[in-house]
T-cell receptor
Framework: GDSVTQMEGPVTLSEEAFLTINCTYT??????LFWYVQYPGEGLQLLLK?????DKGSNKGFEATYRKETTSFHLEKGSVQVSDSAVYFC????????????????FGQGTILTVHP | DSGVTQTPKHLITATGQRVTLRCSPR?????VYWYQQSLDQGLQFLIQ???????AKGNILERFSAQQFPDLHSELNLSSLELGDSALYFC?????????????FGPGTRLTVL
């Protein structure tokens, strides 16, 4: 079945440092890939997405590129801020055996990011 | 604010009891999803409804059931509760069930079973 593996956390950085959170996936066909962010006490918010190979999703300075050859969707940001402290989830939406897309999201385990001033 | 509302925000109950969690999707969204977030299992998909019909099922226990009503709100019923059912339960909605459509998440209901 589908699965998503994220780098182990937590990740602690100083403000303005470079961020990479690794994400790899296993799925049949061409799933859609997502990064969600969860701020303390809140629900998940979509950060960015990519729906086909070589697509680059970007939002609020974060970027991730859909790499089918390495089945990866790593999240990057050039200069993090204290306000980026949150839990980040990589997720995919895949296809059933008949090739029909289905709605459920399969999530990675989440990576806690803490940014210090 | 995602536009998805969930009630109650917190729920504390005892083992063996039954609870109902409620979700109202964003205006115009036809599909509702339920997810469970726990420390040991992470975020797991439970069930999806589309316009009142069950569309997909995930790792949902037989003690759990859900439905989507004609006004499109959804309820998740958890019965014979066990300590291990303590978790954050999220509802999400999307325009329809297509893979490219974004799912908008509610703030969650935190269930504590004592």
């Amino acid at each position: 079945g589908d699965s998503v593996t994220q780098m182990e956390g937590p990740v602690t950085l100083s403000e303005e440092a470079f961020l990479t959170i690794n994400c790899t996936y296993t799925a049949t066909g061409y799933p859609s890939l997502f990064w969600y962010v969860q701020y303390p006490g809140e629900g998940l918010q979509l950060l960015l997405k990519a729906t086909k190979a070589d697509d680059k999703g970007s939002n609020k300075g974060f970027e991730a590129t859909y790499r089918k050859e390495t089945t990866s969707f790593h999240l990057e940001k050039g200069s993090v801020q204290v306000s980026d402290s949150a839990v980040y989830f990589c997720a995919l939406r895949g296809f059933n055996a008949g090739g029909t897309s289905y709605g459920k999201l399969t999530f990675g385990q989440g990576t806690i990011l803490t940014v210090h001033p | 604010d995602s536009g998805v509302t969930q009630t109650p925000k917190h729920l504390i109950t005892a083992t063996g009891q039954r609870v109902t969690l409620r979700c109202s999707p964003r205006s115009g969204d036809l599909s509702v999803y339920w997810y469970q977030q726990s420390l040991d299992q992470g975020l797991q998909f439970l069930i999806q409804y589309y316009n009142g019909e069950e569309r997909a099922k995930g790792n949902i226990l037989e003690r759990f059931s859900a439905q989507q009503f004609p006004d499109l709100h959804s309820e998740l019923n958890l019965s014979s509760l066990e300590l291990g059912d303590s978790a954050l339960y999220f509802c999400a909605s999307s325009r329809d069930g297509a893979a490219y459509n974004e799912q908008f998440f509610g703030p969650g209901t935190r269930l504590t079973v004592l």
